[in-house]
């Protein structure tokens, strides 16, 4: 398993002069963002030199953090706008030699005026369907459509993502599990071994139960998350890709986050 890290634990530091203290960090890899030195509008000329850029310190690009996709709306507008969006986003993927893009597929909550949200049953089929349309450009580009596990009371279970994912039925669907957002409602371990080899990547974070809120999130090793059953999971299922850490800067000395979760990490991997 590699060690990686979101771009996001940057902050507002120059990407280069970050990806350099990425690397001196002991990072393997970086996770990019769209809507962070690339977007959806870059030009394949201007991806393809950030990808040189992060290539140049030695480090490879592990997936694109794509983010959340209206493919639940009920508006057809708002769903065609994310399919293209989506689209864009397994192109970009290709021209940054990385073959995982990071899809969270809507939300149910309720709207800005108070609005009941989308049905959990319409939720799941204009998803699966929008996410199907996007399959033919998985299989051309060689990227993989990874659903992210996130607080968005979609896709509770690990029984429940795993027929989802299977029902788009592509080699190039797959799961990107994140460690810590699954703790309220459930075992990281367990999932782990459910989804097999469906997970693709993997972010790290940590959380205390005992919050219960967003505040929870906490530094690798602080929280409830069982590590070595994790670990030992990700081992029984064969996973060998990309561990990411996903962590903003802290409020001082930002970059010092950066080498506090490379050493977390190479005690969860049992390296020191």
Known sequence: ???SINIGAIGKMDFEEGLKIIKDAGFEAVELNLGNVINTDSSEDEVKRVRDTVHSQGLEIASLLGGWYQLISDLPDKRKEAEDSLAKGLHICRYLGTDALLVVPGALRPGPGGEAPVSYDMAYKRSLESIKKAVPVAEETGVHICIENVWNNFLLTPVEMKSFVEEIDSEF??????????LKVGF???????????????HLKDFKLSVGTSGGFCNLLEGDVNWPAVTGALRETGYESYLTAEYGPYKHYPETIIYHLSLSIDKILGRK
Request: charged share 25%; hydrophobic share 50%.
């Open 1 to 3: 398993m590699k060690k």
């Open 173 to 182: 669907a797959g799961v990107y599990f994140d460690v810590g957002n699954i």
């Open 188 to 202: 990281p371990e367990m999932w782990i071994k459910i989804l097999g080899s469906l997970v693709k990547r993997i």
